[in-house]
């Protein structure tokens, strides 16, 4: 709860009650996320509401504003002036460590029990693309860095095809000079969201070749994208979640082992050969007698 928006969420509550459709959806909506207004556009609030924006603004008129943007200044006048700020503040106190961990791991299961209801047709048609893409590129921005970094190292593991590209970069740059039609584009846009990506994902898409956006439950569409994959990733910090990301991740691995088996596993060999062969490894220094081992051995009393 917010201290003088009561009055504001109660009006906006009844109208989700008793107003016609779809005013009432978008009057439900606000009342149960009037925090956020604060932050979101129009589109965004239409987008969540899955009604139109001008839906979104007749709403707000109807509620007693001049429009949108009132509405948003009121609510603006509540809270601090960044939603970083806002959500930190708004997460309850935890009395000791333990429950600080308990509300993150109770978030973190709900968000893959969500998760576990992704249709199959879902999932096995991001394979699909996946299997039958000669490339596989995997771009984001900001915050969304180390997702995209995560996900392209992953599937590089198991596909030997993949990379990856920060919009604005020179990277980048040769992507979209590169990219065809049997190629894919997997871009990742979470909170908050880089417009970046999706002009990338678009002009990719431009090009002929498939793409897909994974976001969040409330994040961007793209009419341009092949496919949109939206994870459930509320959080108990200011930042999206990214367990479910990294589940179906894990999941994609999976399929792409079972579908292309001699493919994956060659690759794998490949990666593990060029790992041990290089010396980066505990093992393989052990293995090969790198720096040190030969001290390990006096200590221990081994034989060379």
Known sequence: MVEGLD????????MGQAGPEPTARVAAWLAAHLPEVAWRTV????RAAEVSPATVVRTAQRAGYRGYPALQAEVRAHLP????????????????????LRRVVEQEKN?????ALMPDDTLAAFVDMLAAARRVYVVASLASVPLGEYVALHLGLILGNVRFAEPSTVDALAMLAEVEADDLVVGLSFPRYARATLETIAA?????CRTVVITDRSGPGLPEATMVL???ARSATPFSSSVSLMAVTAATEVLLH???VERVEANMARVDRTWSESGVLLSSRRRTGGP????????TGGTP
């Open 292 to 299: 040190g081992a030969a001290r390990g051995r006096e200590r």
């Open 81 to 100: 002036s960044s939603e970083l700020v806002w959500k930190l503040r708004r997460a309850p106190a935890a009395a000791q460590p333990s429950g600080a």
């Open 111 to 115: 968000n893959l029990d969500q998760l």
């Open 230 to 232: 939206k994870l459930p």
């Open 204 to 208: 990719c898409a431009r090009k002929g």
């Open 7 to 14: 009055a504001t969420r109660r009006r906006l509550a009844d």
């Open 258 to 260: 079972e579908r292309l």
């Open 43 to 46: 589109a965004e609030v239409a």
